[in-house]
């Protein structure tokens, strides 16, 4: 394989994340309401789901995952569920309850639900399926794809889609050091929430 060829999809990969969409204001608002280390479980989940798309493309089974009919329905709906129950939650949730130590590590339960969330996103994000079902073919015949080959594609898409909303999460997380008065950290939660809700709304609707 041409490194060409590596670096286009390693372009064109960045670029689909890099868009604003339900991962980004997910990824985000955890990090503000959350802190960033649970974004991070986030975005696990999110490159998980990522890795099973390009595992299925690679396979062949792209057009089973672009046309999954009722069952993608229901991960779909599942995910935007979960997306609006969290924002909900941030809503409601006292100012106190956003002011805990960035340091202070999450709850292993915490951290099980928010890479649930994130790789429910995925799941349900119909622009993921296009792209390896769609845009990912134009690059190179999967069905000539290595072993090695694959291996190292799928360490591009760990790395642009792990480090992207990485970058993105911190930024969001560096801002709650400046909201340490119970009014702001409450204006702050809300806004959180309410980006978590559109994104699941993103989700449903699309």
Request: aromatic share 8%.
């Amino acid at each position: 394989m041409h490194l060409t060829i590596l670096v286009a999809f390693a372009v064109a990969l960045a670029v689909a994340v890099a868009v604003p969409g339900p991962g980004i204001f997910a990824v985000v608002s955890c990090a503000i309401g959350r802190g960033f280390r649970e974004s991070l479980a986030l975005i696990g989940g999110m490159v998980i789901g990522d890795l099973i798309y390009f595992t299925l493309a690679v396979l062949g089974l792209a057009a089973l995952a672009h046309t999954m009919g009722e069952f993608f329905i229901v991960v779909k709906l599942a995910g935007a569920g979960y997306l609006i129950w969290l924002g909900v939650k941030l809503w409601r949730s006292p100012p106190a309850a956003m002011a805990a130590p960035e340091g202070e590590i999450a709850p292993p339960r915490g951290f099980q639900r928010s890479l649930l969330g994130g790789l429910m996103v995925t799941l349900a994000n119909p622009k993921a399926i296009g792209f390896y079902a769609g845009l990912l073919p134009t690059f190179i015949n999967l069905g000539q794809l290595s072993v090695s080959e694959a291996v190292t594609m799928g360490g591009i898409v760990v790395l642009m889609v792990g480090g992207i909303p990485a970058t993105y999460a911190y930024a969001a997380a560096s801002s709650r050091r400046f909201f340490n008065r119970p009014s702001r950290m409450r204006a702050l939660q809300r806004t959180a929430g309410t980006m978590m809700i559109g994104a699941g709304v993103t989700v449903a609707v699309k």
